[in-house]
C-alpha cells in the first residue's frame, strides 16, 4: 500500500463520525495506569528531549527562583529581565512537540488543549494565517518532522480539494475548466475541520492555498529532502499553481489580477471587501509560482505549464506603493486606510515580507514601504497578530521594533500557564513568536544565511546552537555584546554555503581539526565555501 493512501484510509477510519471512541480509550487509560506514574514522566522525557535538545538558547539572564506565574506578574511591571523572553520560545517548541506528532492530527487553534467539548472556532485548522502560523518556526527551530501531521492531512483532503476547485472554477471562471478536472488543480478556504474543508470566499481570497503551500516549500528548503520534494512538495505547489492560474484576468495585456479577491477578513462599510487583485492574493500567486518554478529546475521537469507561469509571473504587479508611502492593501486604495480597517489585525499585504520573500533586501523602497506600513498598522491588536508583526520586523531587521512587540506580546497576550490569547487562548500566538525569535537570530530565505539580522539591544550577549537554515545547515553562535565571536556550521546535506556576516571575510574558517578551509569572499560581509555532508566547520570573528 502506497504512504500516502495507508494515511487517507487510516484518516477516514479515525475521523468516522460513526465511530465510538470508547473502548479504543479506555485501552490507552488502562495500559497507561498499568505503567505507572514514573515510568510514564520518564518515556515522556525521553521521548520529547529526543527533539526538545536538539535547540539551545540562552540570553545569559539568571533562572528566578519562583513559579512562573510570579514570573511573568513581575516581567508585566518589568520587562528588563529577559528570561521569560528566553523561556517563551522553549515553551513553544515543547508546545509544537506535544501537539503535532506523526500520526496526530495537524495543530488546531487550541493545540490538543481545551476545557470544552466544542473548542472556540471549533479549533480548526483557519487557512488565512492560523494554522500556517503554527508551523512557522518547525523548521528553523529543528523541528521539521512535526510538520509531517499537516502533509498527512493534506494526503487524506487533496481529493476533495480538487472538486472544490473545480466547483469554484465553475462559479467564477467557467471558461477556464480544464477537461481533466485534475488539471484545476486544488484550492482551500478558512474554515477547516478534521470532518471538512472549505473552498475560498467571502472575507479570505484564493491566496489561503499558496499561503498554504508556502509550508511545503520551505520544508524542502530546510531539509533538502528531494524525495519530500519530488512526491509532495511539487505536486501540491504544481496543483495550487493550476487552480490560481484560473483565478488570474486579464486587464490588459501586461497585468492579469485575481477576481474575485479579499483581503483576510477586511471589512468596508461593515461588509467583507470583495474586489480584484488585492495584494494579499497578488503576492501569493506570486510566491507560489515562483517556488514552483524553482521545483521545476530543481527536479529537471519541463512542460507547457512551465511557460504559462513564467509567463503570468511578470504580469502579477503584486506590490504597489501608495501615496501614503504605504504597501497598498487594494490596488484602488491611495491613501493609507482609506479601505478598511486601518488598525486590522491581520498585515495580510505583508505576506511578501513575511512567510513570503518577495520583499527583501534587494527590494528597498519595498521594505521602507513595509516598514511604515507596520507602523501604521500598529501594535494594539490580537495575540497571533503581534507574532506576525514580530516576524515582520524581523525581517525588516529592525530588530529593537521586533522586541518592543514581543514584550508587548508578553506583558498583554500571555497568561499565568503561558499559553497565549486572541483572546481567547490560541496558541498560534506561542508558535508565531517563537518562530519570531528564531527569524531574529538567523535568516536564509535570501539565497545565504544571515547570522543575527535582527538582534535586538535588549539581547546583548548571548548564545544559540541548534538552529536550521535553508540548504539544511545547522547554525550554533556565540555574541558578547551584541558582536557574534564564534560560529559553527553543520553542514548535514554538503552543497554551498553562504554567510552574511559584518565583516567575516576577515575571520578565519577552519575544520574540526583546525585545517584552513578556503572560501570566496562576495564583499567583506559576504563568503562563500563549499561543505562536505556531515562536516562542522568554524569560524572565530
Excluded at 545569559?60 to 511591571?77: G, H, R, S
Excluded at 503535532?100 to 488565512?128: D, I
Excluded at 485534475?182 to 472549505?198: A, D, S
Excluded at 481570497?205 to 524542502?220: I, R
Amino acid at each position: 500500500m502506497k504512504r500516502s493512501s495507508f494515511f487517507r484510509r487510516r484518516a477516514q477510519k479515525k475521523l468516522d463520525p460513526n465511530s465510538f471512541p470508547h473502548e479504543k480509550v479506555s485501552r490507552f487509560i488502562q495500559a497507561a495506569e498499568h505503567k505507572g506514574y514514573e515510568n510514564l514522566k520518564q518515556s515522556h522525557l525521553e521521548d520529547y528531549q529526543s527533539l526538545f535538545s536538539r535547540v539551545k538558547l540562552q540570553f545569559n539572564a539568571d533562572i528566578p527562583l519562583k513559579p512562573t506565574k510570579q514570573v511573568l506578574k513581575a516581567y508585566q511591571a518589568d520587562a528588563s529581565h529577559h528570561y521569560l523572553e528566553e523561556l517563551m520560545y522553549h515553551y513553544g517548541r515543547y508546545l509544537l512537540i506535544s501537539t503535532s506528532r506523526v500520526g496526530t492530527l495537524p495543530c488546531g487553534l487550541q493545540g490538543v488543549w481545551s476545557q470544552y467539548e466544542v473548542t472556540p472556532f471549533t479549533g480548526g485548522f483557519w487557512h488565512n494565517i492560523n494554522v500556517q502560523m503554527n508551523y512557522w518556526g518547525a523548521f528553523n527551530s529543528n523541528l521539521a518532522e512535526t510538520f509531517t501531521p499537516y502533509v498527512e492531512f493534506f494526503d487524506a483532503y487533496h481529493t476533495k480539494a480538487n472538486r472544490l476547485a473545480t466547483k469554484y472554477l465553475k462559479e467564477h471562471h467557467p471558461n477556464a475548466l480544464a477537461k481533466d478536472s485534475l488539471e484545476n488543480g486544488w484550492t482551500i478556504g478558512t474554515g477547516t475541520t478534521p470532518y471538512k474543508i472549505v473552498g475560498p470566499g467571502g472575507h479570505s481570497g484564493p491566496g489561503t492555498g499558496a499561503l498554504t503551500t508556502k509550508m511545503f516549500w520551505d520544508y524542502y528548503e530546510f531539509t533538502m529532502d528531494t524525495t519530500f520534494l519530488k512526491e509532495k512538495a511539487f505536486p501540491a505547489i504544481l496543483g495550487m499553481s493550476q487552480f490560481l492560474s484560473k483565478t488570474l484576468l486579464p486587464v490588459n495585456d501586461s497585468l492579469l489580477l485575481v477576481n474575485p479577491s479579499a483581503s483576510p477578513e477586511q471589512k468596508h462599510n461593515g461588509d467583507n471587501y470583495i474586489t480584484a487583485g488585492t495584494t494579499f492574493d497578488q503576492e501569493l500567486v506570486w510566491e507560489n509560482h515562483h517556488d514552483l518554478l524553482k521545483a521545476y529546475k530543481i527536479l529537471d521537469i519541463q512542460d507547457d505549464f512551465k511557460k504559462t507561469v513564467e509567463e503570468e509571473l511578470t504580469k502579477l504587479d503584486p506590490i504597489i506603493i501608495g501615496k501614503s508611502g504605504q504597501i497598498k492593501e487594494f490596488r484602488e486604495e491611495e491613501y493609507y486606510g482609506e479601505i478598511g480597517q486601518k488598525n486590522h489585525r491581520h498585515i495580510s499585504h505583508l505576506c511578501a515580507l513575511y512567510p513570503g520573500t518577495l520583499i527583501n533586501s534587494s527590494t528597498p523602497k519595498w521594505m521602507e514601504a513595509s516598514k511604515l506600513t507596520l507602523d501604521l498598522r500598529g501594535n494594539n491588536t490580537t495575540g497571533w497578530a503581534m507574532a506576525h508583526r514580530m516576524n515582520a520586523r524581523a525581517r525588516t531587521q529592525e530588530g529593537d521594533k521586533a522586541h518592543e512587540v514581543y514584550t508587548k506580546f508578553i506583558k498583554e497576550r500571555t497568561l499565568p500557564n503561558l499559553w497565549t490569547t486572541h483572546p481567547p487562548f490560541q496558541i498560534d500566538g506561542n508558535f508565531g513568536t517563537m518562530a519570531g525569535v528564531s527569524e531574529m537570530l538567523i535568516q536564509s530565505h535570501q539565497g545565504y544565511i544571515h547570522l543575527l539580522p535582527a538582534l535586538p539591544k535588549a539581547w546583548r550577549d548571548g548564545v544559540y546552537s541548534g538552529l536550521i537554515a535553508r540548504g539544511n545547515f545547522e547554525l550554533s553562535v556565540v555574541w558578547k555584546d551584541g558582536k557574534a565571536t564564534a560560529i559553527e556550521i553543520l553542514s548535514r546535506s554538503g552543497g554551498s554555503c553562504k554567510l552574511r556576516y559584518l565583516n567575516i571575510s576577515d575571520a578565519k574558517l577552519t575544520t574540526k581539526t583546525g585545517e584552513i578551509v578556503d572560501f570566496e569572499e562576495e564583499n567583506s560581509d559576504t563568503i562563500s565555501f563549499q561543505t562536505i555532508k556531515g562536516e562542522r566547520y568554524y569560524i572565530n570573528m
